[in-house]
């Protein structure tokens, strides 16, 4: 094994911490599920449905986490071209978008159950979706360039000014409409606080794995992409 | 400094010299603006009654949607004749070339815009002009422009050049348009600094952070 | 006209230097470990099928591609913090004449004094279009001229600002023998004066006339460097034969 070939072995490494990864993302999420399930008592006004709260809230965060990350790593692409800064981007990016649509349905099923609409223009909401719309044109300008390094160097400059205009949207939409509608933290039992922090961990680990995952199928592409320059040669 | 400032204005004359001579961009903004608020006048039923609560969201949406056409166009045409490179071969660094393209932008959306207010005087009969529109339109203009012309530059060099440009303006530009809105509906109310103070350090704080963030990303967007 | 006074004097160090280029687009190689060294007050003809990176190289010495490998200098000054500087130095007529169709000669030219502040604009301007055979079409809008006379704008255009380096893309494409003419005393005068030029070519004897050295890229790769005197038509023709064999 070790004599066949360099590129085997090196497939080996992060095939393995990503199983490992994996292996903890799954197990995470089997006590995740009894948590939300069976161990958290109902919740007295809202019922049964409040329970969804324990899958929105964890995803919209990590979704928000997502862009923090592309935010970082666009600017640790920028200052050091190395390519794997920039698949970590790309690869947070559609991640974080894949959990913030999650989020976003799953908060319009929980909002027409309990408040009898599918939407409202809050702040947090308005914020979120103004978020998905953003990295929806990020991962379009990445479809769309020519080549490789200018979708690395485009992704990277809408990634860092999308991430700085988040605040700014935020605090927009928070003068316009001041009432906080969705405020549950703080009314929340020692059991609802605990299942939430868990459940947040437990899709932080399915982030990593799934990003991990991704961005090693870029890896693949641009060496795809390189072998096929070696070889026309 | 003077290096930066001489290919700054450079580019800027040069823009405004072939705006002059063609017009182009020029009649292209203006009629679509009227356009915008000919349609708006229709959809929202406008009468003297709800034209206060609807006439500063027409204006900045007639506003916003002839601003992404007039800042495609200024990438659009260097592009398709290679001219842009000319720009890139110019002795300074390359957020002078910004620098120049964005001024000619904002030169000609706050012509646009100052044409559209006895416009709107005309059709709804709403008097937009006060020093406070005055300056919710620069603070405004200024943040379109700011982030635009990164975006036209990436957006010019794809595929999709038209249609990219709106997708990735119109979500960042989200909080300069309520803004906007917001600040030219509280001048209409005639409530002086109080009532625009918050949306004004809201749209300062915008162009602030974007025009020194495209300067510094624009390099990264014409390299080859 | 003492051709001498178009250029400025000669500067220590060298003009060119290449080390290492590599430039990749997707799934092609552009250019591949490219080293090239120009001293000051050489025209260099750069020969090569199509395909060869002819373009790609003199992009980047034009410091409009940036290569993912090796390093540019131009007149001393490498790209990064000092471009502007290196900009300064260099004059490049691509395949597009960079003209605004709907300006003049003149007006174009002013453009581009502007950008690179040309003391006393307006007679350097009257100068170089002369120098091209276009004062009689100095007024008329661009998009009335041909695009030869397009081209001896734009090579009226790389030579305003006096670059000390001088890059030039196939220059000869639509020109004609006028023209052509035109071409080989200016670069020749360049070159004379102590600037440098490096201009691509498909013409093997129009390079073995005009320059003093003789460079050929292949696949990307730089194959031959050799002064003119060490160059014959016979073996330029077989190694770019050779190519054109192997691609069969």
């Known amino acids: 094994m ?217 890896h693949d592409e641009e060496r795809i992409d390189e072998l096929r320059r070696t070889t026309i040669e | 400094m003077s290096r930066y400032l001489r290919v700054v204005l450079a580019i800027y004359r040069k823009d405004a010299q072939l705006e002059a001579r063609t017009r182009e961009t020029f009649t292209a903004m203006a009629v679509f603006a009227i356009a915008v608020a000919l349609i708006f006048n229709f959809a929202f039923q406008v009468n003297p009654r709800n034209v206060a609560l609807v006439g500063p969201g027409i204006a900045w949406a007639a506003f916003t949607f002839t601003g992404v056409i007039g800042i495609n166009r200024a990438f659009i045409f260097e592009k398709d004749r290679g001219t842009l490179e000319g720009l890139l071969l110019a002795p300074a660094g390359r957020e002078a070339v910004y620098g120049g393209k964005l001024l000619g932008t904002l030169t000609l959306m706050l012509i646009v815009e100052a044409l559209m207010v006895p416009v709107f005087l005309v059709f709804y009969d709403i008097a937009l002009l006060s020093w406070w529109f005055v300056g919710t339109a620069v603070l405004a203009t200024v943040g379109f422009a700011a982030v635009g012309t990164v975006f036209a530059a990436i957006a010019v060099h794809t595929r999709a050049r038209e249609v990219l440009l709106p997708l990735l303006f119109l979500p960042i530009v989200m909080p300069v348009v309520v803004a906007a809105v917001s600040s030219t509906a509280s001048a209409l109310a005639g409530e002086g600094w109080s009532g625009v103070a918050r949306w004004f350090s809201l749209m300062v704080a915008f162009d602030v952070v974007f025009l020194v963030v495209s300067s510094l990303a624009f390099e990264f967007v014409v390299e080859e | 006209m003492d051709r001498r006074q178009e250029t400025r004097p000669a500067q220590p160090g060298l003009a060119i230097e290449v080390a290492g280029l590599t430039k990749i687009f997707g799934r092609t190689t552009a250019l591949r470990n490219i080293s090239l060294q120009v001293p000051w007050g050489v025209a260099v003809a750069l020969l090569g099928p199509n395909g060869a990176g002819k373009s790609t190289l003199l992009r980047a010495i034009a410091m409009l591609a940036r290569p993912d490998e090796g390093t540019v200098r131009v007149a ?65 809008r661009v998009r009335t001229l041909s695009n030869g006379m397009q081209k001896r704008i734009a090579i009226a255009r790389a030579l305003l600002h006096r670059p000390a380096v001088l890059l030039l893309d196939e220059p000869e494409t639509g020109l004609d023998q006028e023209g052509l003419a035109l071409l080989g005393r200016i670069v020749r005068g360049v070159a004379d004066g102590g600037a440098t030029v490096l201009f691509s070519t498909h013409d093997i004897e129009r390079a073995l006339a005009l320059a003093d050295r003789v460079a050929l890229l292949r696949g990307g790769r730089l194959v031959l460097d050799a002064s003119r005197a060490a160059a014959d038509a016979a073996s330029l023709r077989a190694l770019l034969a050779d190519e054109a064999e192997a691609r069969r």
């Open chain 1, 2 to 218: 070790a004599s066949t070939a360099m590129p085997a072995t090196k497939a080996a490494g992060p095939g393995g911490w990503r199983l490992a990864v994996l292996a903890v993302a799954g197990a995470m999420m089997l006590v995740n599920l009894w948590l939300i399930f069976a161990y958290v008592p109902t919740e007295v006004s809202m019922g049964v449905v409040q329970r969804i709260f324990y899958f929105h809230v964890p995803t919209v965060e990590i979704g928000f986490v997502a862009f923090f990350v592309v935010f970082v790593a666009s600017i640790w692409y920028l200052v050091s071209r190395k390519p794997s800064a920039d698949r970590l981007a790309q690869a947070a990016a559609e991640i974080g978008t894949m959990f913030l649509t999650v989020a976003i349905i799953m908060g319009a099923i929980w909002a027409k159950k309990a408040w009898g609409t599918w939407w409202i223009w809050d702040n947090k909401l308005t914020t979120t979706f103004v978020l998905w719309l953003i990295y929806a044109g990020y991962l379009m300008v990445r479809a769309y360039a020519p080549t490789r390094a200018q979708a690395a160097r485009w992704g990277a400059i809408i990634g860092i000014i999308s991430f700085l205009d988040v605040p700014i949207v935020y605090a927009a939409s928070s003068i316009l409409h001041p009432a906080e509608t969705l405020t549950t933290e703080g009314g929340l039992e020692p059991a609802m606080r605990l299942a939430h922090w868990f459940s947040f961990f437990a899709f932080g680990v399915l982030f990593v794995y799934m990003t991990m995952l991704r961005s090693g199928q870029h």
């Open chain 3, 76 to 140: 001393g000054v490498t790209r990064g913090h000092d471009a502007a500087r290196a900009r300064a130095a260099l004059g490049y007529v691509g395949h597009q004449p960079l003209l605004y169709d709907d300006l003049t000669p003149e007006e174009n030219l002013r453009f581009y004094a502007r950008l690179h502040d040309v003391r006393d604009a307006g007679a350097r301007i009257r100068q170089v279009l002369a120098d091209v055979g276009m004062s009689h079409r100095a007024t008329s």
